[in-house]
């Protein structure tokens, strides 16, 4: 996306960022998000936007490219090698081990905070940190930097900021450091990003997108992030020159897939296609499908609207085909929640798995996310004072709060054998 689809983009999280930094709540501002369009569109904001053209400058570190200052030129992006005092040669550069790259990795990244670090107080400069996934803290010594930048009233007063961006704030900083730093979750894209993108994308593609087209879009790329979706859409129309929603929905399955912990289902049976069980259809049909249907009248009865539901009973009864039944019938998508996928042996990646797993269901909801056997979710177990048993804790904890949001968008759908654990 060039510069006029990006001015078509929300920048309510860039402004709430500086916002904090201008009210000094932190001077280190985190942004959430692994997109590379809302990276550019951050750039692209401090650069061109009146709030931030008090900056005497503006620089960039990733550990592959090294700090670089970064300026606007003809509505491009440039990016200036810093040559001064840090060993500054590109990671993708550098010959020799790969004990020794690293070695010189995390040297880099020591040398480059210590050399910004000057930069931060001896004038108004912006520091942007991306693409960090790990601190290395007793290498590097990012944390210890994070924190003394937070705290420094000189750094404050010159009116300096850092901001980064990484795919979670808990892998990388630890609570202490989390505490001094201002964490803002970057929305994928909302819906009007995606009219806004997709109907640019139709423009220059020369297509014609009626009103009703341009709908079905918008709801089939709901979850996708702004990279994703220019993806997919292209994708498909340079698969059947159109944008056909069929294959837009198939693309998204796939990449939702790969996260490991979701998948989107395509729905194949209804209640036609279950035998008996007249009362559980009659009950389901009375107080989730028409309550969903008619949410406003509704709403007038003071009915809320369902969260869900849970099917129990032996195996082979039918549990999960009224689950996908139901999908069907309440033209919803259906979200199988991979709960053997969520766990790993990494100490903290269950809970980073968990999150993104509920940020994408509710980004993709209103829809129904089965759990399948939700009695032995959570279930992981281990001695006691065990690291993965406290880890299990942890992630169920993040489920059921989940489940207490009066907020929540998806309707949870669980089976389970055993009704009372």
């Known amino acids: 996306m060039s510069s006029p689809e990006m001015r078509g983009l929300d920048d309510g999280w860039i402004g709430e960022g500086l916002l904090k930094r201008r009210s000094n709540y932190s001077p280190v501002i985190l942004f959430e998000t692994t997109d590379p369009k809302r990276l550019e569109q951050l750039k692209r904001f401090v650069l061109s936007d ?29 990016t200036e090698p810093y040559r001064k005092n840090v060993p500054n040669t590109p990671l993708g550069r550098r010959m020799g081990s790969d004990n020794g790259g690293q070695q010189q990795q995390l040297a880099q990244v020591k040398a480059v905070l210590k050399e910004v670090d000057g930069m931060l107080r001896q004038s108004k400069t912006l520091f942007i940190i991306q693409n960090l996934a790990e601190s290395r803290e007793w290498e590097t010594g990012l944390q210890s930097a994070l924190r003394s930048w937070a705290t420094d009233t000189e750094l404050i007063t010159r009116g300096s900021t850092i901001f980064l961006q990484t795919s979670d704030a808990n892998s990388l900083l630890d609570a202490f450091t989390r505490e001094l730093v201002v964490i803002i979750d970057v929305d994928p894209a909302t819906e009007d990003e995606r009219r806004h993108i997709i109907g640019t994308i139709g423009r220059e593609l020369d297509m014609e997108l009626p009103r009703q087209k341009l709908a079905e879009l918008v709801l089939a790329t709901a979850g996708l992030n702004l990279h994703q979706l220019e993806s997919i859409m292209l994708e498909s129309y340079f698969s059947a020159h159109r944008f056909d929603v069929g294959r837009v929905k198939r693309l998204k399955s796939e990449l939702v897939k790969k996260s490991g912990t979701l998948e989107i289902r395509d729905p194949h049976y209804s209640f036609r296609d279950i035998g008996g069980y007249d009362a559980v259809k009659e009950f389901v049909r009375k107080y989730i499908i028409n309550v969903l249907e008619d949410s406003e009248r509704a709403a007038r009865f003071s009915l809320p609207l369902p969260k869900g539901i849970l099917f129990f009973g032996p195996p082979g009864t039918g549990k999960s085909l009224f689950a996908n039944a139901l999908a069907t019938e309440i033209q919803l998508p259906f979200i199988n929640l991979l709960t053997e996928n969520i766990y790993s042996k990494w100490f903290g990646e269950s809970g980073q798995r968990m999150k993104g797993a509920i940020q994408m269901a509710e980004k993709m909801s209103p829809a129904i996310v089965f759990v399948d056997e939700i009695d032995r979710f959570g279930k992981r177990s281990g001695g006691f004072g065990d690291s993965a048993g406290e880890e299990s804790k942890r992630v169920f904890s993040q489920f059921l709060e989940w489940l207490g949001e009066p907020d929540r968008q998806a309707i949870i759908v669980g089976t389970t054998n055993v009704p009372d654990q």
């Open 50 to 78: 009146e709030s931030c053209q008090d900056y005497d400058s503006v620089m960039v570190f990733d550990q592959w490219r090294g700090l670089a200052q970064l300026s606007l030129r003809e509505a491009q992006l440039v």
